[in-house]
């Protein structure tokens, strides 16, 4: 059962184009003591601080949202970049995910730090309960070589290997020692002062490898010698390398070349073909400036693959159909056999019991229904009682209003000094709205009548109702209105 963790937060991916979403969550594992102890027991030096395994390594999950638990993954190891975008269309195109791991970097972590870290981050996704042969790893310029300085040693640990490797761009030789590095200096972006040393033996790799580079770029040659030696060692299964014309290094991340989409695809049809199963066999293609031909050809693939996934399903619920039939007709024949079993038990009946005829039924009176209501087209006159209760009522209203009025002329009376903001607030407005009619009167808002009737404790209901009383008190003498900039001032006579 594979321990995948719930995604957490969505997160865009900035691209030229297109801004698709992507799922993205966050994991971190611990650096492993065995890691520590093989590169201990083989490298000549070792700094203190890849010793130590205090250290949690920051990890990201990163799936187009569709393949979120998918029992495959896709080990991705960065390059000068943490390259989530490259992540993102590698799980697109791949439909699966992939898992990448923030190694230490130097100069403040020395090699073998970053080697200890890849290692670790593969024991991390088989301890999650992922099988080797699940596990694609990838990488794009040092990531890629340290891809391949993690699958040697993953070899030398005894460790069983993953199912495959998708290398873009990768960078091997340290010395720069091929004539690309130079040549293709003007052409490429990779500066001049820019982990695998070719004295390693490549034998052993028994894994398929898909190697993607420009042919502009200053790794070239580099790459391409990696891919003979990965062919010519590990026969069996050795090396596509695809190298396209006119790119530079990891062209990839330019998505809105044609180049970088078809890379996308070719990757992601290399990592679902590896975790069908499928040899493959190793040659060098050469990828020209014709892609949108090859990406319609692609397209025209994938469309045709969905349409027999497609067909595949609709066979599969004809023959869900045919078992329902099959069902109902079963269904239909037992029915059959009931049926014919009644009429012979009815068929042995004697006839005299069919002649006798019933008593006649006795209509069982049921309750009276209610006489229909006439509507009602004129109101009740309003007797005495009724309006006895209209005073009590209108009390009840302006005990509310002097309430209102008790609590304002209490605020108005507390000094300045001691006032809370709001409570200065309405003190400085009841002043500026002000008047020679409300000069030495005590006055409320109409807005103050509106509140009092929010308040869930308070009777008072500020609507049409509450308006009339208002009216009512204006034609008793007992208040005036006094209107003026967009306020109406009830004011007590």
Known sequence: MLNIPRVQQWSRIPNPNTSPKATVTTEKC?????AIDFMVA?????????????????????????????????YLL???????????????AGSTRTFAIAYRLSPQFEFPCAVIDAISGYLHLLDLGYEPGNIIFSGSSAGGGLAMATLLAIREMGLPLPGGAALISPWVDLEHSFPSFTKNELTDYLPSDHNLAFGDSLGNLNLPFLIQVGKAERLYDEDVELAKRLTDENPYYGAILEAYEEQVHVFHLFHFLPQSRLAFERIGQFVRNTFLGLKFTPAVVTVDTRCKEMLQILKF?????????????????????????KEGERLLDNLQKQRDLLLDIISKVPPHLFDQKSEPEHEVAGPESPPKRKRKIAIDPVTEPELATVPKYVNTMIGELNILLQEKEQLLNIPQSKMTKSQKDIYWEHKELGTEETKGKMYLLEKDLQKRAWSSKSPFVYNAAGRNLIVILRALGKIKEVRGGGHTRIVVI
């Open 30 to 34: 611990r650096i492993r003591q065995e």
């Open 42 to 74: 083989t490298s000549e030096h070792v700094p203190a601080n890849a010793k130590s395994t205090d250290r949690l390594i920051p990890g990201e999950w990163v799936s187009d949202g569709k393949s979120a638990d998918h029992p495959n993954v896709v």
């Open 78 to 92: 960065h390059g000068g970049i943490m390259e989530r975008k490259i992540a993102y269309y590698i799980a697109k």
């Open 301 to 325: 693939n994938e469309e045709l693959v969905n349409a027999e996934n497609r067909l595949k399903e609709m066979e599969h619920e004809l023959d869900s159909d045919f078992e329902s039939l």
